[in-house]
């Protein structure tokens, strides 16, 4: 039973266009999403974070969506960079899990100079 | 501020065999959590503890156990390894005391089973 999915396994995008990363979630009792990134033998570093009584968070050049509606976030880059090529996991938590996340199985971008 | 610290690094143990990993969360916070990663099963949530209290357990069998000391500094424990629990295992320390509080992850342990 995967709550939380990250259709896509990889994208590709040239440097300072757009990176759209997608995550979809089943569990209505999930209220607060998180995005991570990770690169090779090191662990995931939080990037940025949305509560479900919003709909949009920035933090420079990343910002999150969330449609609660269709249970669908995304996470934008722009403009993205070459050291933004990693794996990219959304993540989520509820209230009655305490600080447990629930992640997606993460999008690996490459973003080309 | 020093980040999440584990160690080892890596281990290399034989089917059968136990080991221990180390956890030191970052300064402050109380919360420590352990999750698997592995290529076909993604990222496990293992266990949480909160003061010395496993506050959370994830669909592990009983030969997973963990516990956290008053420094807030955290072991994890697999008896009986088996060759299905090669995998990286990752520890995250939160601020917060519940939820709404980002994880933060150390860089993990790489566990090779033989």
């Known amino acids: 039973d995967q709550q939380v999915k990250q259709n896509s396994p990889s994208l590709s995008v040239q440097e300072g266009r757009i990176s759209i990363l997608n995550c979809d979630y089943t569990?209505?009792?999930?209220?607060?999403f998180l995005w991570y990134k990770k690169y090779p033998a090191e662990g995931p570093t939080f990037l940025i974070s949305i509560s479900s009584i919003k709909d949009k968070n920035e933090d420079g050049r990343f910002t999150v969506f969330l449609n609660k509606s269709a249970k669908h976030l995304s996470l934008h880059i722009v403009p993205s960079q070459p050291g933004d090529s990693a794996v990219y996991f959304c993540a989520a938590q509820g209230k009655t899990s305490g600080s447990r996340l629930t992640f997606g199985e993460g999008t690996q971008l490459t973003v080309n100079p | 501020k020093a980040g999440v610290t584990q160690t080892p690094r890596y281990l290399i143990k034989t089917r059968g065999q136990q080991v221990t990993l180390s956890c030191s969360p970052i300064?402050?916070?109380?919360?420590v959590s352990w999750y698997q990663q592995t290529p076909g099963q993604g990222l496990q949530f293992l266990f949480e503890y909160f003061s010395e209290t496993q506050r959370n357990k994830g669909n592990f069998p009983g030969r997973f156990s963990g516990r956290q000391f008053s420094n807030s500094r955290s072991e994890m424990n697999v008896s009986t390894l088996e060759l299905g629990d090669s995998a990286l295992y990752l520890c995250?320390?939160?601020?917060?005391?519940?939820?709404?509080?980002?994880?933060?992850f150390g860089n993990g342990t790489r566990l090779t089973v033989t």
């Open positions: 569990n209505s009792m999930f209220d607060y």
């Open positions: 300064s402050g916070h109380r919360s």
């Open positions: 995250a320390s939160s601020l917060a005391d519940y939820y709404n509080s980002p994880l933060h």
